[in-house]
């Protein structure tokens, strides 16, 4: 759901039909090699960093968010998703995906078919995202706008009050 509601508040950027592809295909490649990685390293990082990855992405959050504020102001362009912001993307939505990977034993012996199925589904949901945000844009612009702020922001504070 991370996945489908950033790629909303993208999709209400206009981004082109291609970028679209791209990240929906990267995020449903992270999303299959997070919980893999969770499973090999997940315990260790914990055990010997205590990194706690939900404030990096609030942070990254945040900074879209200022971003669609300011393009409250300008015309309608078409918003240029980068290389580096669609992998900044694509792993930031699947931070979730590596915690997953800890406790994936506990769930299914086949790890494997288990992050198919979720990178499959998050692939498809960030498309699905991606593409209502598009269809809101065209058909209500401005309102559509602040409809992806008001998302954006409810994501940011859910995740603050998150534990």
């Known amino acids: 759901m991370d996945a489908f ?7 209400l950027l206009n981004i082109s039909r291609k970028k679209i592809y791209i ?10 090699i997070m919980p ?3 499973n090999i390293l ?12 939900k404030y990096v992405l609030i942070i990254v959050l945040s900074l879209i968010l200022i971003e669609m504020i300011r ?5 309608k362009t078409e ?13 930031l939505v699947s931070m979730d995906s590596f915690s997953l990977g800890i406790g994936i034993n506990y769930i299914t012996n086949n790890i494997l078919l288990a992050s198919g199925i979720f990178s ?25 706008k602040y409809f ?3 998302i954006l922001f409810t994501v940011i504070i859910y995740f603050l009050c998150k534990q």
């Open 71 to 75: 393009s409250l102001k300008e015309e």
């Open 148 to 150: 992806g702020i008001v």
């Open 5 to 11: 509601t950033l790629s909303l508040a993208y999709g």
């Open 42 to 53: 997940g315990n260790l990082i914990r055990k010997y960093i205590g990194f706690e990855s």
């Open 79 to 91: 918003y240029n998703l980068s290389l580096l912001n669609i992998l900044v993307f694509s792993f």
């Open 23 to 32: 990240t929906s295909l990267l995020v449903g490649i992270f999303h299959f």
């Open 120 to 144: 499959l589904l998050s692939a498809s949901f960030t498309f699905l995202g991606f593409r209502l945000g598009k269809y809101l844009s065209v058909k209500a612009e401005k309102q559509a």
């Open 36 to 38: 893999l990685l969770g």
